[in-house]
């Protein structure tokens, strides 16, 4: 069974920076993609970043330039550093993973990530 735990999150003020930091309970050289959605408060869930096994990236165009996401495959996790955040980046974070062999995509728990002044 494959489980992703995240950490990191929380609560900052506009302009404010925050990082998360999911690990998995196996090799992450087993996963094909790797990355964060998230999900604001009556609003369906979105993709924010993705990374490629070959650490190629990509980004929703909302979080563009102020969001960057890295990959560690020897220590099995996906990070993602939220800079100049904005209220409208405030919801629960959640990490994913998608199996290289089956396509299945796991889920982590999520996070909440709130921007408020």
């Known amino acids: 069974q494959v489980q992703l735990v995240e950490s990191g999150g929380g609560l900052t003020q506009p302009g404010g920076s925050l990082g998360l930091s999911c690990v998995a309970n196996?090799?992450?050289?087993?996963?094909?993609?790797m990355g964060w959605y998230r999900q604001a408060p009556g609003k369906e869930r979105e993709l924010v970043a993705t990374i490629s096994r070959g650490a190629v990236s990509n980004y929703s165009d909302s979080v563009k330039g102020r969001f960057t996401i890295s990959r560690n495959n020897v220590k099995n996790t996906v990070s993602l550093q939220m800079n100049v955040l904005k209220p409208e980046d405030t919801g629960v974070y959640y990490c994913y993973a998608q199996s290289w062999s089956s396509g299945e995509i796991y889920w982590g728990q999520g996070t909440q990530v709130t921007v408020s002044s």
């Open positions: 196996r090799s992450s050289f087993s996963f094909n993609g």
